[in-house]
Nanobody
Framework: QVQLVESGGGSVQPGGSLRLSCAAS????????MGWYRQAPGKQRELVAS???????NYADSVKGRFTISMDNAKNTVLLQMNSLKPEDTAVYCC?????????WGQGTQVTVSS
C-alpha cells in the first residue's frame, strides 16, 4: 500500500521559514516524479515545485528564489524548504508522486502565514 505522509506545516509570521517533509512508503521515490501542490480556500490547486527522478526541478513563478525542493533518497522523503514566506503562501500543501499512469497523493499539511 502506497502512503505519502506530509509533515512540517504550521503557522509562521511573514518572512519566516518552514520545511515540509513528505515521507513515502510502498514506493521508491527515486523512480517517481515528485511534486508539492497547494490549494488555498476558494482557489484551484496549483503546482508549487516538482523534481524528476533525474533531479531536474521546476518551480511556480510565485515561489522561485524562495522555495527549494529536494529528495532525501536514504529516507525516501521529499522536502520543501520554504523561506521568506508571504501571507499569499497560506494553503494546504500536498505531496504527489507520479510515474507513468500512476499517481499518489498525501493528505496535506496546513501552512498559515500571518502576522
Amino acid at each position: 500500500q502506497v502512503q505519502l505522509v506530509e509533515s512540517g506545516g504550521g503557522s509562521v509570521q511573514p518572512g519566516g521559514s518552514l520545511r515540509l517533509s513528505c515521507a513515502a512508503s510502498g514506493i521508491n521515490i527515486r523512480f517517481y516524479a515528485m511534486g508539492w501542490y497547494r490549494q488555498a480556500p476558494g482557489k484551484q490547486r496549483e503546482l508549487v515545485a516538482s523534481i524528476t527522478s533525474g533531479g531536474s526541478t521546476n518551480y511556480a513563478d510565485s515561489v522561485k528564489g524562495r522555495f527549494t525542493i529536494s529528495m532525501d533518497n536514504a529516507k525516501n522523503t521529499v522536502l520543501l524548504q520554504m523561506n521568506s514566506l508571504k501571507p499569499e503562501d497560506t494553503a494546504v500543501y500536498c505531496c504527489n508522486a507520479k510515474r507513468s499512469t500512476r499517481a499518489y497523493w498525501g493528505q496535506g499539511t496546513q501552512v498559515t502565514v500571518s502576522s
